[in-house]
Protein backbone atom coordinates (compact mmCIF):
# COMPACT_ATOMS: atom_id res chain seq x y z
CA UNK A 1 0.00 0.00 0.00
CA UNK A 2 1.84 3.02 -1.05
CA UNK A 3 1.50 6.08 1.50
CA UNK A 4 -2.05 7.45 1.61
CA UNK A 5 -2.52 11.03 1.77
CA UNK A 6 -4.73 13.04 4.07
CA UNK A 7 -7.48 13.50 0.89
CA UNK A 8 -7.69 9.80 0.59
CA UNK A 9 -7.69 8.89 4.28
CA UNK A 10 -10.74 11.81 4.56
CA UNK A 11 -12.43 9.39 1.42
CA UNK A 12 -12.20 6.68 3.83
CA UNK A 13 -13.68 8.10 6.37
CA UNK A 14 -16.46 9.27 4.52
CA UNK A 15 -17.38 5.72 3.41
CA UNK A 16 -18.20 4.66 6.78
CA UNK A 17 -22.07 4.15 7.16
CA UNK A 18 -21.96 3.83 10.87
CA UNK A 19 -23.66 6.72 12.73
CA UNK A 20 -21.98 9.03 14.21
CA UNK A 21 -23.00 7.45 18.29
CA UNK A 22 -20.92 4.75 16.89
CA UNK A 23 -18.05 6.19 18.11
CA UNK A 24 -17.03 4.01 20.68
CA UNK A 25 -17.99 0.77 18.66
CA UNK A 26 -15.32 1.66 15.91
CA UNK A 27 -13.26 2.51 18.81
CA UNK A 28 -13.43 -1.03 20.08
CA UNK A 29 -12.63 -2.46 16.55
CA UNK A 30 -9.35 -0.08 16.08
CA UNK A 31 -8.31 -1.51 20.17
CA UNK A 32 -8.70 -4.99 19.02
CA UNK A 33 -6.96 -4.68 15.44
CA UNK A 34 -4.34 -2.04 16.92
CA UNK A 35 -3.14 -3.81 20.22
CA UNK A 36 -2.44 -7.07 18.70
CA UNK A 37 0.25 -5.45 16.15
CA UNK A 38 1.75 -3.56 19.24
CA UNK A 39 -0.01 0.16 18.72
CA UNK A 40 -1.11 1.32 21.96
CA UNK A 41 -1.70 4.72 21.11
CA UNK A 42 -5.64 5.51 20.98
CA UNK A 43 -5.62 7.56 17.02
CA UNK A 44 -7.56 10.74 18.22
CA UNK A 45 -8.83 11.81 21.19
CA UNK A 46 -11.81 13.55 19.81
CA UNK A 47 -15.27 11.80 19.88
CA UNK A 48 -16.17 12.76 16.72
CA UNK A 49 -16.58 9.73 14.68
CA UNK A 50 -15.13 11.09 11.59
CA UNK A 51 -12.08 12.48 13.09
CA UNK A 52 -11.63 9.05 14.97
CA UNK A 53 -12.04 7.33 11.19
CA UNK A 54 -9.38 9.62 9.92
CA UNK A 55 -7.06 9.22 12.55
CA UNK A 56 -6.96 5.39 12.65
CA UNK A 57 -6.85 4.91 9.17
CA UNK A 58 -3.42 7.39 9.49
CA UNK A 59 -2.17 5.38 12.08
CA UNK A 60 -3.26 1.50 10.39
CA UNK A 61 -1.63 2.96 6.73
CA UNK A 62 1.52 3.81 8.87
CA UNK A 63 1.90 0.59 10.90
CA UNK A 64 0.77 -1.46 8.10
CA UNK A 65 -2.54 -2.69 8.41
CA UNK A 66 -4.92 -0.69 6.98
CA UNK A 67 -6.90 -3.37 4.52
CA UNK A 68 -7.19 -5.59 8.12
CA UNK A 69 -8.83 -2.54 9.78
CA UNK A 70 -10.85 -2.30 6.87
CA UNK A 71 -11.91 -5.82 6.70
CA UNK A 72 -12.75 -5.50 10.61
CA UNK A 73 -15.05 -2.73 9.92
CA UNK A 74 -16.98 -4.67 6.78
CA UNK A 75 -17.01 -7.48 9.36
CA UNK A 76 -18.52 -5.32 11.83
CA UNK A 77 -21.48 -4.07 9.39
CA UNK A 78 -19.62 0.11 9.76
CA UNK A 79 -18.99 0.07 6.60
CA UNK A 80 -19.51 -1.08 2.74
CA UNK A 81 -18.73 -1.60 -0.39
CA UNK A 82 -17.66 1.76 -0.80
CA UNK A 83 -15.13 1.60 1.56
CA UNK A 84 -13.49 -1.29 -0.95
CA UNK A 85 -14.01 1.07 -3.27
CA UNK A 86 -11.69 3.51 -1.66
CA UNK A 87 -8.97 1.93 -0.79
CA UNK A 88 -8.40 0.48 -4.50
CA UNK A 89 -8.19 4.54 -5.31
CA UNK A 90 -5.20 4.36 -2.48
CA UNK A 91 -3.76 1.43 -3.67
CA UNK A 92 -4.18 2.12 -7.21
CA UNK A 93 -0.47 3.17 -8.26
CA UNK A 94 1.31 -0.06 -6.09
CA UNK A 95 3.21 -2.18 -7.86
CA UNK A 96 4.23 -6.00 -7.23
CA UNK A 97 1.90 -9.08 -6.36
CA UNK A 98 0.36 -9.02 -3.71
CA UNK A 99 -0.60 -12.49 -2.28
CA UNK A 100 -4.00 -11.14 -0.77
CA UNK A 101 -6.09 -7.80 -1.85
CA UNK A 102 -9.46 -7.50 -1.25
CA UNK A 103 -11.23 -7.38 -4.97
CA UNK A 104 -15.11 -7.51 -4.67
CA UNK A 105 -17.16 -4.55 -3.03
CA UNK A 106 -20.30 -6.17 -3.43
CA UNK A 107 -20.54 -9.21 -1.24
CA UNK A 108 -17.79 -10.26 1.64
CA UNK A 109 -16.86 -12.81 4.33
CA UNK A 110 -19.49 -13.87 6.72
CA UNK A 111 -19.60 -16.75 9.70
CA UNK A 112 -20.14 -19.98 7.01
CA UNK A 113 -22.17 -21.61 9.91
CA UNK A 114 -25.08 -19.33 9.25
CA UNK A 115 -25.05 -19.55 5.55
CA UNK A 116 -26.60 -22.89 5.11
CA UNK A 117 -26.46 -26.44 6.34
CA UNK A 118 -25.07 -27.84 3.27
CA UNK A 119 -22.03 -26.03 3.93
CA UNK A 120 -21.10 -27.96 7.29
CA UNK A 121 -19.18 -30.83 5.44
CA UNK A 122 -17.08 -28.08 3.61
CA UNK A 123 -16.66 -26.85 6.70
CA UNK A 124 -14.75 -29.70 7.79
CA UNK A 125 -12.05 -29.88 4.97
CA UNK A 126 -10.76 -26.28 5.97
CA UNK A 127 -7.69 -25.69 8.51
CA UNK A 128 -5.36 -22.83 9.84
CA UNK A 129 -2.12 -23.51 9.16
CA UNK A 130 0.40 -21.86 11.96
CA UNK A 131 4.08 -21.46 11.74
CA UNK A 132 5.69 -20.63 15.25
CA UNK A 133 2.50 -20.01 16.99
CA UNK A 134 1.07 -17.19 14.18
CA UNK A 135 -1.44 -18.10 11.68
CA UNK A 136 -0.12 -18.35 8.22
CA UNK A 137 -2.38 -19.58 5.41
CA UNK A 138 -5.48 -21.70 5.15
CA UNK A 139 -5.24 -25.24 3.83
CA UNK A 140 -7.90 -28.03 2.70
CA UNK A 141 -8.12 -32.00 3.36
CA UNK A 142 -7.99 -33.60 0.09
CA UNK A 143 -6.70 -36.88 0.94
CA UNK A 144 -7.49 -38.90 4.83
CA UNK A 145 -3.64 -37.98 5.47
CA UNK A 146 -3.13 -35.30 3.46
CA UNK A 147 -3.65 -31.49 3.26
CA UNK A 148 -3.12 -29.33 -0.06
CA UNK A 149 -1.94 -25.62 0.67
CA UNK A 150 0.16 -22.73 -1.29
CA UNK A 151 4.34 -23.52 -0.84
CA UNK A 152 4.35 -19.41 0.08
CA UNK A 153 2.25 -20.19 3.25
CA UNK A 154 4.89 -22.66 4.43
CA UNK A 155 8.33 -21.30 2.94
CA UNK A 156 9.75 -20.58 6.01
CA UNK A 157 9.87 -23.87 6.82
CA UNK A 158 11.27 -24.96 3.13
CA UNK A 159 14.66 -25.46 1.52
CA UNK A 160 15.21 -24.80 -1.99
CA UNK A 161 17.76 -27.19 -3.91
CA UNK A 162 19.47 -25.45 -7.12
CA UNK A 163 16.87 -27.74 -9.38
CA UNK A 164 14.09 -26.01 -7.75
CA UNK A 165 13.07 -28.89 -5.82
CA UNK A 166 11.75 -28.20 -2.41
CA UNK A 167 12.28 -29.97 1.35
CA UNK A 168 11.36 -29.54 4.60
CA UNK A 169 13.85 -27.65 6.72
CA UNK A 170 15.73 -29.36 9.85
CA UNK A 171 13.68 -29.11 12.96
CA UNK A 172 10.74 -27.59 10.78
CA UNK A 173 8.23 -29.85 12.38
CA UNK A 174 8.18 -28.37 15.53
CA UNK A 175 7.58 -24.94 14.02
CA UNK A 176 3.85 -26.30 11.74
CA UNK A 177 0.28 -26.47 13.55
CA UNK A 178 -2.76 -27.92 11.46
CA UNK A 179 -5.64 -26.90 13.08
CA UNK A 180 -9.30 -27.96 11.79
CA UNK A 181 -12.77 -27.05 13.21
CA UNK A 182 -11.60 -23.13 13.93
CA UNK A 183 -14.87 -21.74 13.62
CA UNK A 184 -17.36 -19.58 15.57
CA UNK A 185 -20.68 -21.86 16.20
CA UNK A 186 -24.35 -20.59 16.35
CA UNK A 187 -23.71 -19.35 19.94
CA UNK A 188 -21.50 -17.01 18.84
CA UNK A 189 -18.14 -18.64 20.28
CA UNK A 190 -15.29 -19.65 18.66
CA UNK A 191 -14.44 -23.39 19.06
CA UNK A 192 -11.11 -24.60 20.14
CA UNK A 193 -10.13 -26.37 16.70
CA UNK A 194 -9.17 -29.85 16.63
CA UNK A 195 -5.04 -29.91 16.19
CA UNK A 196 -4.11 -32.53 13.48
CA UNK A 197 -0.98 -34.55 14.36
CA UNK A 198 1.94 -34.45 11.90
CA UNK A 199 3.80 -37.00 10.14
CA UNK A 200 7.55 -36.84 10.83
CA UNK A 201 8.25 -36.24 7.42
CA UNK A 202 5.38 -34.04 6.68
CA UNK A 203 6.48 -32.87 3.15
CA UNK A 204 4.69 -34.95 0.96
CA UNK A 205 5.46 -32.97 -1.83
CA UNK A 206 6.50 -29.27 -3.02
CA UNK A 207 6.39 -27.00 -6.16
CA UNK A 208 7.77 -23.37 -5.58
CA UNK A 209 5.75 -20.49 -7.07
CA UNK A 210 7.34 -19.53 -10.41
CA UNK A 211 9.37 -16.74 -11.03
CA UNK A 212 7.19 -14.18 -12.15
CA UNK A 213 4.53 -14.55 -9.37
CA UNK A 214 7.73 -13.81 -6.94
CA UNK A 215 8.35 -10.41 -8.26
CA UNK A 216 4.93 -10.01 -10.59
CA UNK A 217 3.34 -6.92 -11.73
CA UNK A 218 1.10 -8.92 -13.78
CA UNK A 219 -1.56 -10.97 -12.50
CA UNK A 220 -2.14 -12.82 -15.90
CA UNK A 221 1.71 -13.81 -16.22
CA UNK A 222 1.94 -17.34 -16.79
CA UNK A 223 5.41 -17.20 -18.52
CA UNK A 224 7.33 -20.46 -17.02
CA UNK A 225 3.97 -21.93 -15.98
CA UNK A 226 2.91 -25.32 -18.40
CA UNK A 227 1.11 -28.46 -17.67
CA UNK A 228 1.90 -30.95 -16.02
CA UNK A 229 4.98 -29.77 -14.85
CA UNK A 230 4.10 -26.60 -13.20
CA UNK A 231 5.17 -24.80 -11.27
CA UNK A 232 2.33 -24.70 -9.15
CA UNK A 233 3.02 -22.98 -5.47
CA UNK A 234 1.99 -26.18 -3.84
CA UNK A 235 2.80 -27.85 -0.58
CA UNK A 236 1.73 -31.44 0.17
CA UNK A 237 1.48 -31.55 4.06
CA UNK A 238 1.45 -34.63 5.38
CA UNK A 239 -0.62 -35.75 8.65
CA UNK A 240 0.28 -38.72 10.87
CA UNK A 241 -3.34 -40.01 11.43
CA UNK A 242 -7.05 -38.76 9.25
CA UNK A 243 -8.74 -35.70 11.16
CA UNK A 244 -11.62 -36.49 13.47
CA UNK A 245 -15.16 -37.23 11.87
CA UNK A 246 -13.36 -35.14 8.60
CA UNK A 247 -15.07 -36.29 5.10
CA UNK A 248 -12.68 -36.32 2.12
CA UNK A 249 -13.27 -33.28 -0.30
CA UNK A 250 -14.35 -34.25 -4.33
CA UNK A 251 -11.80 -32.38 -6.63
CA UNK A 252 -12.98 -31.09 -9.99
CA UNK A 253 -10.39 -31.02 -12.45
CA UNK A 254 -12.36 -29.70 -15.86
CA UNK A 255 -14.73 -26.83 -14.46
CA UNK A 256 -16.80 -25.14 -17.18
CA UNK A 257 -14.97 -22.88 -19.45
CA UNK A 258 -16.99 -19.38 -18.71
CA UNK A 259 -17.38 -17.68 -15.77
CA UNK A 260 -19.29 -19.47 -13.23
CA UNK A 261 -19.63 -18.41 -9.50
CA UNK A 262 -17.25 -19.35 -6.48
CA UNK A 263 -17.34 -19.28 -2.89
CA UNK A 264 -13.76 -19.77 -0.62
CA UNK A 265 -13.60 -21.43 2.60
CA UNK A 266 -10.43 -19.19 4.23
CA UNK A 267 -8.80 -18.40 7.30
CA UNK A 268 -7.57 -14.43 6.73
CA UNK A 269 -5.26 -12.79 9.12
CA UNK A 270 -6.79 -10.99 12.37
CA UNK A 271 -6.76 -9.20 15.31
CA UNK A 272 -4.21 -12.12 16.96
CA UNK A 273 -2.11 -14.33 16.21
CA UNK A 274 -4.53 -16.93 15.42
CA UNK A 275 -6.05 -15.45 12.72
CA UNK A 276 -9.56 -15.10 11.68
CA UNK A 277 -12.06 -18.35 12.43
CA UNK A 278 -13.14 -19.83 9.38
CA UNK A 279 -15.08 -17.58 7.21
CA UNK A 280 -16.98 -17.91 3.77
CA UNK A 281 -16.79 -15.47 0.64
CA UNK A 282 -17.86 -15.64 -2.99
CA UNK A 283 -17.75 -14.26 -6.21
CA UNK A 284 -16.67 -15.38 -9.33
CA UNK A 285 -14.39 -17.64 -11.56
CA UNK A 286 -13.74 -15.85 -14.83
CA UNK A 287 -10.97 -16.13 -16.36
CA UNK A 288 -8.61 -19.02 -17.29
CA UNK A 289 -5.16 -18.41 -18.17
CA UNK A 290 -3.33 -20.76 -20.71
CA UNK A 291 -4.51 -23.92 -22.99
CA UNK A 292 -5.30 -26.41 -20.78
CA UNK A 293 -5.36 -23.59 -18.17
CA UNK A 294 -2.66 -23.32 -15.51
CA UNK A 295 -3.89 -20.38 -13.48
CA UNK A 296 -7.65 -18.92 -12.86
CA UNK A 297 -8.69 -15.53 -12.24
CA UNK A 298 -11.56 -14.48 -9.24
CA UNK A 299 -12.98 -11.65 -7.84
CA UNK A 300 -13.52 -13.35 -4.64
CA UNK A 301 -12.28 -11.10 -1.52
CA UNK A 302 -9.52 -12.14 0.37
CA UNK A 303 -6.89 -10.92 2.90
CA UNK A 304 -3.55 -12.46 4.09
CA UNK A 305 -3.77 -15.87 5.22
CA UNK A 306 -6.10 -16.55 2.65
CA UNK A 307 -3.77 -19.07 0.75
CA UNK A 308 -4.45 -22.07 -0.23
CA UNK A 309 -7.85 -21.92 0.74
CA UNK A 310 -10.29 -24.09 -1.62
CA UNK A 311 -11.86 -22.37 -4.27
CA UNK A 312 -15.54 -24.31 -4.86
CA UNK A 313 -17.82 -24.76 -7.39
CA UNK A 314 -21.67 -24.04 -6.58
CA UNK A 315 -21.44 -28.30 -6.06
CA UNK A 316 -19.08 -27.78 -3.27
CA UNK A 317 -16.10 -29.45 -5.59
CA UNK A 318 -12.87 -27.85 -5.29
CA UNK A 319 -11.76 -26.82 -8.64
CA UNK A 320 -8.40 -24.79 -7.29
CA UNK A 321 -6.50 -23.00 -4.27
CA UNK A 322 -6.24 -19.24 -3.95
CA UNK A 323 -3.12 -18.30 -4.54
CA UNK A 324 -2.63 -14.05 -4.07
CA UNK A 325 -4.05 -11.04 -6.24
CA UNK A 326 -3.70 -7.12 -7.05
CA UNK A 327 -6.17 -5.63 -5.75
CA UNK A 328 -8.32 -4.05 -8.36
CA UNK A 329 -7.53 -6.25 -11.17
CA UNK A 330 -8.28 -9.71 -9.98
CA UNK A 331 -7.24 -12.78 -7.20
CA UNK A 332 -5.37 -15.79 -8.62
CA UNK A 333 -5.91 -19.51 -8.25
CA UNK A 334 -4.17 -22.75 -9.17
CA UNK A 335 -6.33 -25.04 -10.72
CA UNK A 336 -6.09 -28.70 -9.19
CA UNK A 337 -6.54 -30.28 -12.65
CA UNK A 338 -2.45 -31.35 -12.87
CA UNK A 339 -1.24 -31.94 -9.09
CA UNK A 340 -4.32 -34.13 -8.28
CA UNK A 341 -3.19 -37.19 -9.83
CA UNK A 342 -0.50 -37.66 -7.68
CA UNK A 343 -2.54 -37.76 -4.69
CA UNK A 344 -3.14 -41.13 -5.88
CA UNK A 345 -0.16 -42.71 -5.27
CA UNK A 346 1.10 -44.80 -2.53
CA UNK A 347 2.43 -42.59 0.84
CA UNK A 348 6.04 -43.49 1.92
CA UNK A 349 6.34 -44.00 5.29
CA UNK A 350 9.71 -43.68 7.33
CA UNK A 351 8.41 -45.31 10.56
CA UNK A 352 8.53 -48.95 10.93
CA UNK A 353 5.24 -49.43 12.94
CA UNK A 354 4.45 -52.74 15.06
CA UNK A 355 1.74 -54.37 13.84
CA UNK A 356 2.14 -57.07 16.70
CA UNK A 357 4.00 -57.31 20.11
CA UNK A 358 6.04 -60.77 19.59
CA UNK A 359 7.47 -60.47 23.50
CA UNK A 360 4.55 -59.74 25.84
CA UNK A 361 3.93 -63.64 25.49
CA UNK A 362 1.39 -63.17 28.21
CA UNK A 363 -1.19 -61.70 25.79
CA UNK A 364 -2.87 -64.19 23.21
CA UNK A 365 -2.54 -64.26 20.63
CA UNK A 366 1.05 -64.56 19.99
CA UNK A 367 2.00 -62.15 18.14
CA UNK A 368 -0.54 -59.49 19.85
CA UNK A 369 -2.07 -56.96 17.31
CA UNK A 370 -1.52 -53.70 17.63
CA UNK A 371 -4.26 -51.58 16.62
CA UNK A 372 -4.13 -47.81 16.00
CA UNK A 373 -1.34 -46.19 18.09
CA UNK A 374 0.46 -44.39 15.11
CA UNK A 375 0.71 -41.11 16.30
CA UNK A 376 2.56 -42.67 19.81
CA UNK A 377 5.29 -44.60 17.31
CA UNK A 378 5.79 -41.85 15.24
CA UNK A 379 6.67 -39.79 18.42
CA UNK A 380 8.40 -42.72 19.68
CA UNK A 381 10.34 -42.97 16.25
CA UNK A 382 11.62 -39.47 16.56
CA UNK A 383 12.36 -40.10 20.48
CA UNK A 384 14.87 -42.35 19.21
CA UNK A 385 16.99 -40.07 17.26
CA UNK A 386 19.82 -38.90 19.88
CA UNK A 387 19.22 -35.11 18.74
CA UNK A 388 15.57 -35.65 19.82
CA UNK A 389 14.44 -31.95 21.73
CA UNK A 390 13.06 -32.64 25.11
CA UNK A 391 9.42 -32.28 24.39
CA UNK A 392 9.84 -35.14 22.12
CA UNK A 393 11.60 -37.38 24.92
CA UNK A 394 8.51 -36.88 27.31
CA UNK A 395 5.31 -38.63 26.65
CA UNK A 396 2.17 -37.46 28.45
CA UNK A 397 -0.45 -40.31 27.70
CA UNK A 398 -3.76 -39.44 28.59
CA UNK A 399 -6.91 -41.37 28.10
CA UNK A 400 -10.42 -42.72 29.15
CA UNK A 401 -11.22 -46.16 30.50
CA UNK A 402 -10.92 -49.00 27.15
CA UNK A 403 -8.48 -46.38 25.36
CA UNK A 404 -5.20 -48.12 26.04
CA UNK A 405 -3.37 -46.60 28.41
CA UNK A 406 -1.61 -49.97 30.05
CA UNK A 407 -0.92 -51.01 26.58
CA UNK A 408 1.23 -48.51 26.02
CA UNK A 409 3.95 -49.43 28.79
CA UNK A 410 4.30 -52.49 26.43
CA UNK A 411 4.21 -50.63 23.14
CA UNK A 412 6.78 -48.93 24.55
CA UNK A 413 9.21 -52.04 25.39
CA UNK A 414 8.78 -53.61 22.20
CA UNK A 415 9.03 -50.54 19.58
CA UNK A 416 11.99 -49.26 21.78
CA UNK A 417 14.07 -52.75 21.95
CA UNK A 418 13.18 -53.92 18.94
CA UNK A 419 14.65 -50.93 16.98
CA UNK A 420 17.38 -49.43 19.49
CA UNK A 421 19.27 -50.53 22.72
CA UNK A 422 17.31 -48.24 24.59
CA UNK A 423 17.08 -49.31 28.46
CA UNK A 424 13.17 -49.18 29.23
CA UNK A 425 12.06 -49.53 33.01
CA UNK A 426 8.36 -49.31 34.27
CA UNK A 427 7.13 -48.51 37.64
CA UNK A 428 3.57 -48.46 38.49
CA UNK A 429 2.40 -45.76 40.91
CA UNK A 430 0.30 -48.25 43.00
CA UNK A 431 3.48 -49.55 44.77
CA UNK A 432 4.64 -45.46 45.64
CA UNK A 433 1.34 -44.66 48.22
CA UNK A 434 3.06 -43.63 51.22
CA UNK A 435 6.19 -42.29 49.64
CA UNK A 436 7.51 -38.66 49.88
CA UNK A 437 9.91 -37.11 47.37
CA UNK A 438 13.18 -38.54 48.80
CA UNK A 439 11.23 -42.41 49.22
CA UNK A 440 9.85 -41.74 46.00
CA UNK A 441 13.65 -41.00 44.60
CA UNK A 442 15.13 -43.82 46.13
CA UNK A 443 12.40 -46.29 44.95
CA UNK A 444 12.92 -45.84 41.17
CA UNK A 445 16.45 -45.33 42.04
CA UNK A 446 16.02 -49.19 43.35
CA UNK A 447 14.38 -50.19 40.80
CA UNK A 448 16.94 -49.06 37.82
CA UNK A 449 19.55 -51.14 40.16
CA UNK A 450 17.38 -53.97 40.72
CA UNK A 451 17.05 -56.81 37.97
CA UNK A 452 13.68 -56.99 38.69
CA UNK A 453 11.49 -53.82 39.81
CA UNK A 454 9.35 -55.27 42.36
CA UNK A 455 10.70 -53.10 45.43
CA UNK A 456 10.03 -53.30 48.85
CA UNK A 457 10.02 -50.01 50.51
CA UNK A 458 12.90 -48.14 52.50
CA UNK A 459 12.37 -46.26 55.05
CA UNK A 460 10.79 -43.10 54.30
CA UNK A 461 12.11 -39.31 55.07
CA UNK A 462 11.01 -36.14 55.29
CA UNK A 463 12.03 -34.01 51.96
CA UNK A 464 11.33 -30.51 51.56
CA UNK A 465 9.82 -29.62 48.03
CA UNK A 466 12.73 -27.05 47.70
CA UNK A 467 15.34 -29.45 48.61
CA UNK A 468 14.47 -31.80 45.64
CA UNK A 469 15.91 -29.56 42.77
CA UNK A 470 19.40 -29.51 44.75
CA UNK A 471 19.29 -33.16 46.48
CA UNK A 472 17.12 -35.50 45.67
CA UNK A 473 16.80 -35.28 41.40
CA UNK A 474 20.86 -34.86 40.97
CA UNK A 475 20.97 -38.17 42.51
CA UNK A 476 18.33 -39.43 40.78
CA UNK A 477 19.27 -38.24 37.17
CA UNK A 478 22.85 -39.43 38.12
CA UNK A 479 21.58 -42.66 38.44
CA UNK A 480 19.68 -43.10 35.50
CA UNK A 481 22.72 -41.93 33.10
CA UNK A 482 24.64 -44.57 35.09
CA UNK A 483 22.35 -47.19 33.99
CA UNK A 484 21.67 -46.36 30.54
CA UNK A 485 25.73 -45.31 29.74
CA UNK A 486 25.95 -44.18 26.41
CA UNK A 487 22.28 -45.83 25.89
CA UNK A 488 18.74 -44.27 26.28
CA UNK A 489 17.19 -44.90 29.17
CA UNK A 490 13.30 -44.72 29.32
CA UNK A 491 11.60 -44.54 32.39
CA UNK A 492 7.79 -45.25 32.10
CA UNK A 493 5.33 -44.26 35.25
CA UNK A 494 1.93 -45.65 34.98
CA UNK A 495 -0.67 -45.75 37.40
CA UNK A 496 -1.49 -41.49 37.82
CA UNK A 497 -5.22 -40.83 38.41
CA UNK A 498 -5.83 -44.54 39.32
CA UNK A 499 -9.06 -44.76 41.40
CA UNK A 500 -7.87 -45.43 44.62
CA UNK A 501 -4.51 -43.75 44.32
CA UNK A 502 -3.82 -40.20 45.39
CA UNK A 503 -0.46 -39.08 44.17
CA UNK A 504 1.56 -37.47 47.53
CA UNK A 505 2.54 -34.31 46.88
CA UNK A 506 6.13 -35.49 47.05
CA UNK A 507 6.07 -37.92 44.00
CA UNK A 508 4.28 -34.89 42.11
CA UNK A 509 7.41 -32.55 43.08
CA UNK A 510 10.03 -35.60 41.44
CA UNK A 511 7.85 -36.35 38.64
CA UNK A 512 7.38 -32.49 37.57
CA UNK A 513 11.45 -32.11 38.07
CA UNK A 514 12.23 -35.07 35.87
CA UNK A 515 10.18 -33.32 33.32
CA UNK A 516 12.07 -30.34 33.98
CA UNK A 517 15.26 -32.20 34.10
CA UNK A 518 14.75 -33.46 30.23
CA UNK A 519 16.92 -30.26 29.07
CA UNK A 520 20.01 -31.39 31.13
CA UNK A 521 19.85 -34.87 30.14
CA UNK A 522 19.71 -35.89 26.31
CA UNK A 523 20.03 -39.41 27.21
CA UNK A 524 16.39 -39.84 28.82
CA UNK A 525 13.19 -40.41 28.26
CA UNK A 526 10.26 -39.83 30.26
CA UNK A 527 6.68 -41.80 29.57
CA UNK A 528 4.09 -40.56 32.19
CA UNK A 529 0.45 -42.85 31.67
CA UNK A 530 -2.29 -41.23 33.21
CA UNK A 531 -0.23 -38.10 34.42
CA UNK A 532 -3.35 -35.47 34.55
CA UNK A 533 -1.69 -32.24 35.93
CA UNK A 534 -0.29 -29.09 33.59
CA UNK A 535 3.77 -30.35 32.04
CA UNK A 536 6.38 -27.79 32.24
CA UNK A 537 6.24 -25.00 29.76
CA UNK A 538 7.78 -25.99 26.51
CA UNK A 539 6.45 -29.28 26.84
CA UNK A 540 2.74 -28.40 25.85
CA UNK A 541 3.06 -30.94 22.67
CA UNK A 542 3.83 -33.86 24.46
CA UNK A 543 0.93 -34.43 25.53
CA UNK A 544 -1.14 -37.63 24.00
CA UNK A 545 -5.32 -38.22 24.22
CA UNK A 546 -5.98 -41.47 23.55
CA UNK A 547 -9.25 -42.06 21.78
CA UNK A 548 -11.22 -45.71 20.96
CA UNK A 549 -9.90 -47.14 17.46
CA UNK A 550 -11.55 -45.82 14.40
CA UNK A 551 -12.47 -47.66 11.60
CA UNK A 552 -9.62 -46.22 9.91
CA UNK A 553 -7.43 -47.78 12.62
CA UNK A 554 -8.52 -51.34 12.06
CA UNK A 555 -8.28 -51.34 8.28
CA UNK A 556 -4.79 -49.77 8.63
CA UNK A 557 -3.94 -52.68 10.21
CA UNK A 558 -4.40 -55.35 7.12
CA UNK A 559 -2.59 -52.22 5.06
CA UNK A 560 1.00 -53.20 3.47
CA UNK A 561 3.93 -50.10 4.86
CA UNK A 562 3.71 -46.37 2.98
CA UNK A 563 0.02 -47.48 1.50
CA UNK A 564 -3.47 -45.98 3.05
CA UNK A 565 -6.08 -48.61 3.30
CA UNK A 566 -8.40 -49.40 0.72
CA UNK A 567 -11.80 -47.46 1.06
CA UNK A 568 -13.80 -50.48 0.65
CA UNK A 569 -12.23 -51.96 3.90
CA UNK A 570 -12.45 -48.49 5.74
CA UNK A 571 -16.34 -48.39 4.84
CA UNK A 572 -16.96 -51.68 5.81
CA UNK A 573 -15.76 -51.78 9.58
CA UNK A 574 -18.56 -49.07 11.09
CA UNK A 575 -21.32 -51.82 10.53
CA UNK A 576 -19.00 -54.44 12.25
CA UNK A 577 -18.52 -52.19 15.09
CA UNK A 578 -21.93 -51.41 15.40
CA UNK A 579 -22.51 -55.18 15.35
CA UNK A 580 -20.14 -55.22 18.67
CA UNK A 581 -21.39 -52.29 20.48
CA UNK A 582 -24.84 -54.29 19.94
CA UNK A 583 -23.40 -57.05 22.03
CA UNK A 584 -21.91 -54.51 24.66
CA UNK A 585 -18.56 -54.49 23.87
CA UNK A 586 -17.09 -51.05 22.50
CA UNK A 587 -13.04 -49.79 22.65
CA UNK A 588 -10.26 -52.57 22.09
CA UNK A 589 -12.54 -54.85 22.72
CA UNK A 590 -14.85 -54.12 19.72
CA UNK A 591 -12.05 -53.69 17.90
CA UNK A 592 -10.42 -56.62 18.58
CA UNK A 593 -13.38 -58.78 17.56
CA UNK A 594 -13.76 -56.62 14.30
CA UNK A 595 -10.09 -57.85 14.03
CA UNK A 596 -11.06 -61.17 13.96
CA UNK A 597 -13.83 -61.17 11.78
CA UNK A 598 -11.77 -59.85 9.04
CA UNK A 599 -8.47 -61.55 9.66
CA UNK A 600 -10.95 -64.67 8.93
CA UNK A 601 -12.37 -63.02 5.34
CA UNK A 602 -8.97 -61.77 4.64
CA UNK A 603 -7.48 -65.02 4.65
CA UNK A 604 -9.82 -66.89 2.72
Given at each position: ?????????????????????????????????????????????????????????????????????AFELIKEGLAGPSLVTALRAIDENAGGFQLQAL?????????????????????????????????????????????????HVVWPLLTQAPDGTLAAAPDSLRDLVVTFRDYV????????????????????????????????????????????????????????????????????????????????????????????????????????????????????????????????????????????????????????????????????????????????????????????????????????????????????????????????????????????????????????????????????????????????????????????????????????????????????????????????????????????????????????????????????????????????????????????????????????????????????????????????????
Amino acid sequence: MTAATSLSLSALADTVTAPAVDWIVVERVWERVSRARGVHMPPQTSRDLRDLLVGAFAAAEEHGFLDVFAFELIKEGLAGPSLVTALRAIDENAGGFQLQALQNGVRHAVNPMVYAEGLLRACDYVCRIDIRGVQAGTGVLVRPTVVATMAHVVWPLLTQAPDGTLAAAPDSLRDLVVTFRDYVDRAATRLAGDTAPLHPDWLLYGSPPAEGERLAGDVRDIAGIAAPAGPWDLALIRLAAPPKGAAQAELMGSPPAGPFEVSLLHHPHGPNERGEPLLLSDGRLDEQLGVPPVRYLHDVNTLGGSSGAPVFDQRWRIVALHQGGITGVRNRAVPVRDWSPMLDRPLPDGVPYLRGLERSTDLRPVPYPVIGRRVTQQRLWRALRPDAAPAERLFVVRGGPGTGKRFTKRLVREFVERHSDGVVVTLDLANALGQDADGFARWITGALSAPDPTLTHGDVLTTAPREIRDGVLPGLSQRVSEVGGDRAVWLVLEGFGGAALDVPPGVKDVVVNLMGGLRDHPSQRLVLVGWDDRPPEGFEASIEDLAFPTAYDIAAHFTPAGSAPADALVTAVPSLLALQRAQGLTGYPAAHAVLRMLSVGIAA
